[in-house]
């Protein structure tokens, strides 16, 4: 199955996967005016627009995560949800979007780290990542035991986002990870959400995560997300991921 590639050419890689964690990766990589066009990882608004316009409302404040130079923003806009605030942590990609839509000035466009947002508390309806925590832990070897830095690294996300969405506030995590890896990370006890999934795509399926902010976890998803706290088991054999010149390996992380 190949990934979602940008229309002109494919990007230029890190030389190993933990390159995709760093700014400055992503700062080298955005300065190249070939790769100017939008690149769509796991899937354009098209694929899963009908499973994320339900759980949007006009009047929403919203916030995208790790927005690159992906075209999700401009397509809210455009489906009807005008008031979209977008970051990314590379001030090269946040000015070229600026400068790119500057005509829809209900888009903002912000230099942030998600990890720690600077925004206050509630201040979004819905957050949306796509594929932003996929690129933070493409440094992981093995899906089955994350290490304690990745599994911090996901916490810090997810805690700013569950700071900053409004009572009965949507998170929307778009990934290429199953439940089996990701939902662990998704059901802790102090975000405070509710949590369920889809599946979209075809072919190959992508997976949607829905929480909403105020609602309570399963007796099981709880029991999930106990695994992360839980001591390292057997050693396994370690699954090495590897590099390809269209970034296939970024949808077999299934963390």
């Known amino acids: 199955m190949a990934s979602p590639r940008a229309p002109e ?43 994320l316009e339900p759980e949007l409302r006009p009047e929403d404040r919203l916030l995208v995560l790790g927005c690159g130079n992906s075209a999700l923003s401009y397509e809210l806009y455009l489906g009807g949800f005008p008031d979209v605030t977008s970051v990314d942590y590379s001030s090269v990609v946040v000015a070229a979007m ?29 957050v949306l990542e796509k594929g932003t925590l996929d690129a933070l832990m493409a440094g992981e070897q093995d899906p089955w035991t994350v290490s304690l830095e990745g599994i911090h690294t996901v916490d810090q996300v997810l805690s700013e986002v569950s700071r900053v969405l409004t009572p009965g506030g949507r998170f929307i995590s778009l990934t290429s990870a199953a439940p089996h890896f990701r939902a662990r990370h998704y059901a802790q006890a102090q975000y405070g959400w509710s949590l369920s999934h889809a599946t979209y795509g075809s ?33 396994t054999s370690p699954c090495f991921l590897q590099d390809s010149d269209c970034e296939d390996f970024l949808s077999a992380i299934q963390l």
């Open 9 to 51: 050419s494919s990007p230029d890689l890190p030389e190993q996967n933990r390159g995709y964690c760093e700014v400055q990766y992503w700062d080298q990589r955005y300065r190249g005016s070939a790769h100017s066009a939008p690149y769509e990882w796991f899937g354009d608004f098209s694929s899963f627009r009908a499973l």
């Open 98 to 126: 600026r400068a790119r839509y500057a005509h829809v000035p209900t888009l903002r466009w912000e230099t942030m780290d998600v990890r720690a947002l600077d925004f206050p508390t509630a201040s979004f309806d819905v």
């Open 203 to 235: 072919g190959f399926h992508f997976h949607l995560y829905l929480m909403r902010k105020g609602g309570g976890l399963s007796e099981a998803q709880l029991r999930l997300g106990s695994q992360l706290q839980l001591p390292p088991g057997p050693p």
